[in-house]
């Protein structure tokens, strides 16, 4: 099983749609989650950390779900500017500071 | 805004040839690490840099590669003989603290192809 997995899409989705993207991890003791976003051939970004009590940042809003094993961001009200690679990242326990990548979900925002 | 810089942006190389990267951590950071990402795949982590040594590493990090801290700045990746499987993005990354309690900023990366 891979350690972060993640459905590839693409999803294509009109502007102002919600979208929602899943991930699940394989070590059930990792302690830290976040979501990256990467354009096209640039580097990760941090989108979000996620916590366990979820949390939102203006139209983005990330659960994690430590008995599933599952985190989810969701984007509402879609822009053009979305469209980009979301990467779920872990760091998993005791591995230190490695952080562990999803392969990415891939969002394209149409007009 | 601080930025992890690295260069070059792109290197060309024979097989068989060494090849240093470079990247210049934000300044206040005390961690630094090196990721790669071939081609169309997921971003993996090589290693961690911390107090002057190597905190962790992965499997790929073997001993074709190395990482040094020469000064009080720039933070290096050395690949001793590149083979055409090394081909790649190498992102560089620094962090205030350990990762889970700090972000890690990436640079813009170095594509590295080996011909």
């Known amino acids: 099983r891979k350690e972060v997995e993640q459905d590839p899409g693409p999803f294509n989705v009109p502007e102002g749609a919600t979208v929602a993207f899943n991930c699940t991890y394989s070590?059930?003791?990792?302690?830290?989650f976040f979501w990256y976003r990467q354009d096209c051939r640039k580097e990760p970004k941090l989108l979000m950390s996620?916590?366990?009590s979820g949390n939102e940042d203006g139209r983005f809003t990330a659960q994690l779900n430590r008995a599933s094993q599952y985190i989810s961001l969701l984007i509402r009200d879609s822009k053009l500017s979305d469209s980009a690679t979301y990467l779920c990242?872990?760091?998993?326990?005791?591995?230190?500071?490695?952080?562990?990548f999803g392969g990415g979900t891939r969002l394209m925002v149409k007009p | 805004e601080p930025e992890v810089t690295q260069t070059p942006s792109h290197q060309v190389t024979q097989m068989g040839q060494e090849v240093i990267l470079r990247c210049v951590p934000i300044?206040?950071?005390?961690?630094f690490y090196w990721y790669r990402q071939i081609l169309g795949q997921k971003v993996e982590f090589l290693v961690s840099?911390?107090?002057?040594?190597?905190?962790?590493k992965s499997e790929i990090f073997d001993d074709q590669f190395s990482v040094e801290r020469p000064d009080g700045s720039n933070f290096t990746l050395k690949i001793r003989s590149t083979k055409l499987e090394d081909s790649a993005m190498y992102f560089c990354?620094?962090?205030?603290?350990?990762?889970?309690?700090?972000?890690?900023?990436f640079g813009p990366g170095t594509r590295l192809t080996v011909l």
């Open positions: 070590n059930s003791a990792s302690q830290s």
């Open positions: 990242v872990v760091n998993p326990y005791n591995a230190g500071n490695m952080l562990t």
């Open positions: 990354a620094s962090s205030e603290g350990a990762a889970q309690s700090s972000t890690q900023y």
């Open positions: 996620v916590y366990s």
């Open positions: 300044s206040n950071h005390l961690y």
């Open positions: 840099f911390y107090n002057n040594e190597i905190s962790e």
